[in-house]
């Protein structure tokens, strides 16, 4: 299965690496996969994830419909969404509280958004609802190495 996703040398080491990450992921982050600024903004997310705690989950997944149970689908694809390992969902800036206090140095970014919820739900409606134009930001390398990112922790 490795040898597949990359001819590269090594590969298989580190997907065999990235499965048992995966078992062991207790936290699903669920992002818009056909969205440019999404996978870049979630590769960043993934580099800073340095004990491997988060495992992505794209929205078009069938496994996103089961983890997201009654959730519409514009209520899906309105959002990111962390699922932690009990099964609850968080969504949209309400989720920068939990994702903060499982990477290194972010608690602080999680206190903040604890304190001012309202202005963190604003901060991530601002960015989604202008992603397309953002995501145009995102140079074709950097999208590149985003793709590679998510596909050896997915």
């Known amino acids: 299965m490795a040898e597949r996703r990359s001819g590269l040398p ?29 996978r870049w903004t979630l590769a960043k997310v993934l580099a800073w994830d ?3 705690v988060l495992r992505p989950v794209a929205l078009q997944d069938p496994e996103a419909r089961r983890v997201l149970g009654e959730m ?3 209520e899906k694809m309105a959002s990111w969404h962390l699922v932690g390992p009990d099964g609850g969902v ?8 939990p994702l903060g206090r499982l990477l290194p140095g972010a608690r602080p970014f999680s ?29 074709r390398g950097a999208a590149a190495r985003a793709r590679r990112r998510i596909e050896e922790r997915a």
């Open 72 to 74: 519409t689908e514009e």
């Open 90 to 97: 968080t969504s949209g800036g309400a989720a920068f509280v």
């Open 50 to 52: 340095r004990r491997r």
């Open 111 to 139: 206190a903040l958004a604890g304190r001012f919820p309202r202005a963190a739900d604003r901060a991530y409606r601002l960015v989604a609802d202008h992603r397309s134009g953002l995501g145009r930001l995102v140079t």
């Open 10 to 38: 090594g590969n298989r080491e580190r997907s065999c690496e990235a499965g048992r990450a995966r078992e062991a992921s207790p936290v699903s982050i669920l992002y818009d996969a056909d969205c440019g600024l999404c």
